[in-house]
């Protein structure tokens, strides 16, 4: 891939060959690869590489709420703090959380608590806490992804997990998982998450321009892709099961 310097981005993102400036088909994922339990200090963690995107997710919970006015008598609450290095982009990310990391994590908590039964757990909370230590475009989707099974790592009771993907458009052709320079140079971007226990999106963004039709198909191609994301965090969490169970069966036949 060229060198971007700032704004200056490739006229076009489509190579001779008809394949993406990184080299994939026009609904072919990044490659991805997932682990659980990769932090000691919290309930339940996981860690992801999608593309060149790198992010850690941590949860802790159920646990009191602080500061305690936050605490809901009635339910428990889900906290989502998204936060991106200051190395994690071209240009050095000022370390505060800004009004976009705010809004991410907002978008995330939306997207993460209708699989949650929060109703079972009143005056406590749930927190994950999300770091971006690389961005290469989709983040919120990457983030989502890996927080969900980050929740499942801790062991916290779920409908189902969430997965989510950013389809786009560029240069009049839609694609499935925009890269960072897709997401800046393109058309359209359309980050979307599903709950699989009722295969609803519990995210739907838009940002630029599409007609119906491309809109209607985008979310087709968009579940295609969603489905192979989310077979990768089921394969990544039997993973770690059958891991302990062939623990537990060396400790049997040690004894
Ligand atoms: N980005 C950046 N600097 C920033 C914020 C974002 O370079 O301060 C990049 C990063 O690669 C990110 C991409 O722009 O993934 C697209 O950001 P957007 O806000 O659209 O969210 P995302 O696609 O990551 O969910």
Not at 146 to 168: E, F, I, Q, R
Not at 194 to 219: A, I, P, R, V, Y
Not at 239 to 250: N, R, S, V
Request: charged share 30%; glycine share 8%.
């Amino acid at each position: 891939m060229p060198l971007i310097i700032k704004d200056e981005y490739p006229e076009k993102l489509f190579r001779e060959d008809g394949k993406r400036l990184d080299g994939r088909d026009k609904h072919e994922l990044r490659p991805i690869k997932m682990e659980v339990g990769v932090l000691e200090n919290a309930d339940g963690s996981a860690y992801l590489e999608w593309g060149n995107n790198k992010i850690y997710a941590a949860v802790y919970g159920p646990r009191e709420v602080h500061p305690h006015h936050l605490a809901k008598p009635d339910r428990g609450i889900l906290r989502v703090f998204y936060r991106m290095a200051t190395f994690s982009v071209f240009d050095r990310k000022r370390p505060a959380p800004g009004r976009r990391e705010k809004e991410i994590s907002m978008v995330i908590t939306d997207c993460l608590e209708p699989v949650l039964f929060l109703e079972l757990y009143p005056g406590t909370s749930f927190e994950v806490f999300i770091n971006v230590m690389d961005a290469d475009g989709g983040t919120r989707c990457a983030c989502t992804t890996v927080a969900a099974l980050a929740l499942a790592d801790a062991g916290v009771p779920m409908k189902s997990l969430v997965t989510a993907v950013a389809m786009g458009k560029i240069d009049g052709e839609l694609i499935t998982d925009l890269s960072g320079i897709e997401d800046k140079a393109g058309e359209a971007d359309l980050p979307c998450a599903m709950t699989w226990f009722n295969e609803e999106l519990s995210l739907l963004q838009f940002d630029g321009k599409m007609d119906l039709e491309e809109f209607s198909k985008c979310l087709t191609l968009g579940k295609e892709a969603l489905t192979k994301i989310h077979e990768i965090q089921l394969d990544t969490l039997k993973k770690k099961y059958i891991e302990i169970q062939e623990e537990l069966k060396g400790g049997e036949n040690e004894q």
